[in-house]
């Protein structure tokens, strides 16, 4: 049975990032370009599933009770009010969950039979929200997936650290999954007015070429309009459509959706990804700043 459908991880072993902001406004804008998007929901505090209008699975069928073979996946998928875009709520039996299995045998390919399900058929694009750890979920999520997107928000301590998660993920496509390609960096919470936003998003551009990674050209903006949305429970593409952070997010989903066919997916998914020059040179710059000031 040939899967129709396209796998996006998206991941960041940072929190703060703007990770389930991008999932839940990415699957809105998807579905706004006629692209129908299953969300699932991996992370134990559900933000992705409040986010998109629901309460978090205390009861009945969601991502924990798949796991725990209590239900399929076409019996844990759920319909939301945005427009193409359903969901396979989260849980926090998911937390409990993922340290059980940590260690456990097989960890690696908790979605793989995800690939061949019939509840899938139907689906353009899934999408996984991840929790900012490389736990079972993460791992499953990135075997089973043909892409990965990572979530960066331009300041210090995000940054820092970045080149240890894609030395996993190279260990990952090595042993489980020789597929998996970056889709691409996506620079968050942006605020142009910031002298260190501007300065660390320029480190990470002009690094992409050396690091072997891609970055994407539109950039998500910080703006209060998310913060409004999320109060509502709703993604701001289809909570104020015409404010800019919404806009942003459709040019975003317009320039993502040529990528995810194979023949335009990025070729540098052979050659290893490196964050390692960009993050030495922040290092080195704040360093150098810190010693600066303190002699003065």
């Given at each position: 049975m040939k899967r129709k459908c396209t796998m996006i991880t998206v991941a960041n072993l940072k929190g703060g990032v703007g990770k389930t902001t991008a999932v839940i406004n990415l699957a809105?804008?998807?579905g706004q370009l006629g692209?129908?998007?299953?969300?699932?929901?991996?992370?134990?505090?559900?933000n992705a599933t409040t986010g998109l209008g629901q309460a978090r699975g205390e009861h009945g069928s969601n991502i924990f009770s798949v796991l725990n073979g209590k239900n399929t996946v076409a019996e844990a998928i759920?319909?939301?009010?945005?427009?193409?875009?359903?969901?396979?709520?989260?849980?926090r039996g998911l937390l409990d969950y993922a340290k059980s299995r940590n260690s456990a045998l097989g960890r690696e390919y908790l979605f793989e039979n995800w690939r061949d399900d019939k509840a899938l058929l139907g689906y353009d694009v899934v999408i996984f929200d991840t929790h900012p750890d490389m736990d079972c979920l993460t791992l499953s999520a990135l075997v089973a997936s043909d892409f990965y997107l990572v979530p960066l928000f331009a300041e210090l301590d995000p940054i820092v650290g970045l080149t240890d998660m894609f030395l996993?993920?190279?260990?990952?496509?090595k042993r489980y999954n020789k597929n998996l390609s970056l889709l691409g960096v996506l620079v968050t919470?942006?605020?142009?007015?910031?002298?260190t936003h501007r300065k660390l998003e320029a480190k990470i551009r002009s690094g992409a070429k050396r690091g072997n990674y891609t970055v994407f050209k539109n950039v998500i903006p910080a703006s209060k309009r998310l913060s409004s949305s999320k109060l509502m429970?709703?993604?701001?593409?289809?909570?104020?459509?015409?404010s800019q952070v919404a806009k942003d997010f459709?040019?975003?989903?317009?320039?993502?959706i040529p990528k995810l066919k194979p023949k335009t997916a990025t070729t540098k998914a052979e050659k290893a990804i490196s964050?390692?020059?960009?993050?030495?040179?922040?290092?080195?710059?704040?360093?150098a700043e810190a010693a600066a000031q303190e002699l003065i």
């Open positions: 809105a804008a998807l692209k129908k998007v299953l969300v699932v929901d991996l992370d134990f505090q559900g759920n319909e939301t009010e945005v427009k193409n875009v359903d969901l396979v709520g989260g849980h996993q993920i190279e260990t990952i496509k919470k942006f605020d142009k007015a910031e002298a429970a709703r993604p701001v593409v289809t909570f104020e459509p015409t459709v040019a975003l989903a317009k320039e993502m964050f390692a020059a960009v993050e030495e040179q922040v290092l080195a710059e704040a360093s």
